[in-house]
């Protein structure tokens, strides 16, 4: 169970009162039952002394029974008398109360003890009889009715105590009910405004008065301060936008929807982009000397036909209209925003430079690979026609020619010859301007395995010629990555794969080799990045999967109408 703070409060005062009262009370106790003991031990040594003068006479003349008779009178006089006996000179026991008569061992017990007699503490005094030449007496005092009035001392304190404690906790609950019963509601309201609810705080007229009306006046600051945040935020999620007329029919749809304007413009350096879910209800005019009113003066600008917010170096927001919120917190909203907007608008400015250089970067890139590609051909095809001819020309030259080092020449100039067949044919595979891809890849692959010893498993499932353009990416793509497996991977077997696959060209090259952790190889080495700078030109994307000891997949998706 969940106490509140009244039942804490009272609680905590309850137990408190309780435990000053309990310790009062032991005290008092305590204190009752030390003086008990000293009026106890007076007692015994006054009866002691009146005891040894009330049998002097009897003593003397050796009334043995009249000593008797008033013992057995003092006995009945105290009842709390335990037990007494007299002794001569001689020590010995002349008269007692003892029923079964005075114990040896009680009997050499002298002076004044505390002593434990058929179960009960007794307090033991002496008197001398004429300072002892007649002898002297002894009695014992029970302690029974000094421990049954401390009980009743304590009983009646403690009852006492709980009926007081009892009555001031029920008066002192009723009192923190009434008092505390503000904070309650306070408590019950700081709930509601949590949550997100209206709430009204108690203003009592005392002393959490002062506290309701101070938690009032946070609470309308709160609402207000969360209604700003919550529009702030909404807008600076609307600038995540990096295309500059995304961002600011963004903008300022929310800022004319929300705050209640007629419309609103950006303009930016002589620019201006107009709202156009408003754009009917925007002036013609008045939108330049606006703005440039509130960069000059660099703070927002209040007119009657409208607000313009500086939005430093180049731009201003004008909201055309006056909504029916208070001047004071429109001004500070605004400035507020204008400096996220600037860094909005100054991204978005980056951005579009950013892309119109990537533009003329991918423009002049695509240039050079064609125009690498068109002089790769022309020198395959003067390797292949001249170079080759002067070749094979000097092998007919020499045929007929008798001698070792003749048939040394031929096998030189034969070996020669194939190279140049192989360096035209890497350099731009006739094959692939009049065959097609599948021919090409077929004829690489096998001349690649001939030549490296690396097994090589092609598989081509196309269902359409694809455009040049294309072919010649997945071409060098391919050629790319088994150059890779044989000099990097020591792998004895690689998997080519080209599919046409929901209107993409995907390719695959895989090996069982040594691998490499991609994350620690330069993107620059392995031709890694002349792959992926072809592959990103037509839109598509190339992802390597590696690990060492794993061997490696490099993997290619390209968009078959990017390049249609």
């Not at 209604?227 to 935020?233: I, P, S, T, V």
């Not at 002036?283 to 009113?293: C, D, H, K, T, Y």
């Not at 605004?334 to 980056?350: H, I, M, Q, S, Y």
Request: with cysteine; net charge neutral.
């Amino acid at each position: 169970m969940r106490w509140g703070l009244v039942q804490q409060l009272f609680f905590t005062v309850l137990l408190a009162a309780l435990a000053t009262g309990g310790m009062l009370l032991l005290g008092g106790g305590l204190f009752l039952l030390a003086e008990g003991e000293r009026a106890l031990w007076q007692e015994a040594r006054g009866l002691a002394r009146d005891l040894s003068f009330l049998v002097l006479d009897d003593i003397l003349l050796s009334d043995r029974l009249a000593v008797e008779e008033k013992l057995r009178h003092l006995k009945d006089r105290y009842p709390h008398l335990a037990y007494v006996y007299i002794l001569n000179p001689r020590g010995e026991v002349v008269a007692h109360t003892l029923s079964g008569g005075v114990p040896e061992a009680l009997a050499r017990l002298g002076g004044e003890k505390v002593l434990q007699v058929g179960g009960k503490t007794v307090y033991q005094v002496e008197a001398g009889i004429m300072g002892g030449e007649a002898g002297g007496g002894r009695l014992g005092l029970e302690r029974t009715p000094l421990v049954a009035s401390f009980s009743r001392v304590v009983w009646a304190g403690l009852f006492g105590l709980l009926w007081a404690v009892g009555l001031g906790g029920a008066l002192g609950y009723l009192f923190l009910t009434r008092l505390l019963e503000p904070l309650s509601l306070m408590v019950q309201e700081a709930s509601r405004l949590k949550e997100g609810q209206p709430a009204r705080f108690p203003e009592p007229p005392h002393e959490l008065g002062a506290l309701g009306r101070a938690l009032n006046a946070m609470g309308a600051e709160v609402r207000r301060r969360e209604r700003d945040l919550r529009l702030l935020n909404r807008l600076l999620s609307e600038m995540h936008a990096l295309d500059l007329v995304t961002l600011s029919e963004r903008v300022l749809g929310l800022l004319v929807r929300e705050l209640g304007f007629t419309c609103g413009d950006l303009w930016l350096s002589g620019r201006v982009v107009h709202c156009e879910a408003c754009r009917d209800r925007c002036p013609l005019g008045g939108v330049a000397s606006l703005a440039q009113e509130a960069l000059a003066s660099r703070q927002v600008v209040v007119r009657p036909q409208g607000v313009a917010v500086p939005v430093p170096p180049h731009g201003a927001l004008v909201l055309h209209g006056r909504p029916e919120v208070e001047e004071a917190w429109l001004r500070a909203f605004l400035e507020a925003l204008a400096g996220p907007l600037a860094t909005a608008l100054e991204n978005a400015r980056l951005y579009e430079a950013l892309a119109e250089k990537e533009a003329q970067r991918a423009r002049l890139l695509k240039a050079w690979l064609k125009a690498q590609e068109e002089e790769r051909a022309r020198i395959a095809r003067e390797l292949h026609d001249e170079v080759g001819q002067a070749l094979t020309g000097l092998i007919l030259g020499l045929e007929g020619l008798p001698g070792d080092r003749v048939e040394a020449l031929k096998e030189l100039a034969r070996h020669t010859l194939t190279e140049v067949r192989r360096l035209a044919l890497d350099l731009r595979p006739s094959v692939l301007d009049h065959l097609g891809l599948e021919a090409a890849l077929r004829r690489y692959v096998r001349e690649f395995a001939e030549r490296t010893g690396v097994e090589v498993d092609l598989s081509l499932h196309l269902t359409r010629p694809l455009p040049q353009e294309l072919e010649t990416v997945v071409y060098r793509v391919v050629q790319e990555a088994l150059t890779n497996v044989a000099r990097h991977s020591g792998s004895p077997r690689a998997s080519v794969g080209v599919v046409e696959v929901l209107g993409e060209v995907r390719v695959f090259v895989e090996d069982e080799g040594r691998g490499f952790d991609p994350e620690a190889v330069d993107p620059g080495r392995q031709g890694l990045l002349g792959m992926r700078e072809r592959v990103e030109l037509l839109g598509g994307r190339l992802s390597v999967e590696s690990a060492p000891g794993q061997g490696t997949r490099v993997q290619v998706r390209l968009p078959i109408g990017v390049a249609a």
